[in-house]
């Protein structure tokens, strides 16, 4: 099973990974990791899928959501009954992995640690419009709420579609430019006139850094290209394909 391991979280406190397609028991369109009860998969394989990714970074209980593009971020204590409809969640539970599903969205993984030294961490579904509706400073804040201290916070910006395959169009830029005129540092001219190019990560981490967010890393990885191993909703879309399968990113304290 081969998945992203960021070095900010290689310690005896985390565990977690950004899984990618492979090491699963799905197939078709959703060949082989594709752990999203929402797609037209086997529900029974995507379960499997989940059990295993959860068994790779020695979860106890397994914490998803019904991700809905917002920017609300919960606390979880335990594995949902229900999921809730939140695109990021926050725990300090040991053994509870928070997961998030993505296929061309940013996934973002946060540690911290409280006043008291103990860890905290977070997991943020940033698609655009997410990011755009502020996912990320909800849980930087949901964080501090629950004790961490600013200056301890770490993220990451895992795999995720990157500028050079992220094409938009002049709506889309203005939305951007709308928001605030600085935002235009995160877009360059594409081949077609009218249609730039989007830089998903910047956004994020520019987002993260002026929240007060020092330690923010981005692992430049596109998820487009299928040569790299990972699901991608764009890629489905231009292969005229009906549906995809979506990775999986988890954290959780051991």
């Known amino acids: 099973m081969k998945y992203y391991k960021a070095p900010q979280f290689d310690n005896a406190f985390i565990s977690h990974g950004f899984f990618g397609c492979d090491g699963g028991v799905s197939d078709g369109l959703y060949e082989s990791l594709n752990a999203g009860l929402g797609s037209g998969d086997d529900i029974e394989k995507v379960k499997e899928n989940r059990s295993r990714i959860a068994e790779?970074?020695?979860?106890?209980?397994?914490?998803?959501?019904?991700?809905?593009h917002s920017d609300v971020c919960v606390y979880a204590e335990a594995t949902f009954d229900e999921r809730p409809q939140?695109?990021?969640?926050?725990?300090?539970?040991?053994?509870?992995?928070?997961?998030?599903?993505?296929?061309?969205?940013a996934p973002v993984l946060f540690s911290a640690q409280k006043g008291d030294g103990s860890p905290i961490v977070a997991a943020a579904h940033a698609g655009w419009g997410g990011a755009f509706k502020g996912v990320l400073q909800s849980t930087v804040d949901t964080l501090c709420e629950r004790g961490a201290v600013l200056d301890s916070i770490q993220?990451?910006?895992?795999?995720?579609?990157?500028?050079?395959?992220?094409?938009?169009?002049?709506?889309?830029?203005?939305?951007?430019?709308?928001?605030?005129?600085?935002?235009?540092?995160?877009?360059?001219?594409?081949?077609?006139?009218?249609?730039?190019?989007?830089?998903?990560?910047?956004?994020?981490?520019?987002?993260?850094?002026?929240?007060g967010v020092k330690a923010v890393s981005i692992s430049g990885v596109d998820t487009y290209p299928i040569e790299n191993g990972y699901f991608s909703h764009r890629r489905a879309t231009h292969n005229e394909q009906s549906d995809c399968g979506r990775q999986a990113s988890v954290i959780m304290i051991r």
């Open 56 to 68: 790779q970074i020695g979860a106890r209980e397994v914490a998803a959501l019904y991700q809905i």
């Open 155 to 211: 993220a990451v910006i895992g795999p995720c579609i990157q500028q050079k395959s992220y094409e938009v169009d002049e709506a889309f830029f203005q939305k951007f430019i709308n928001q605030s005129p600085e935002n235009e540092i995160f877009f360059k001219a594409g081949v077609r006139a009218g249609h730039p190019h989007f830089d998903l990560s910047g956004y994020c981490a520019k987002s993260l850094g002026d929240k």
């Open 86 to 105: 939140a695109d990021a969640s926050v725990t300090d539970k040991v053994g509870l992995a928070l997961l998030i599903l993505t296929a061309d969205c």
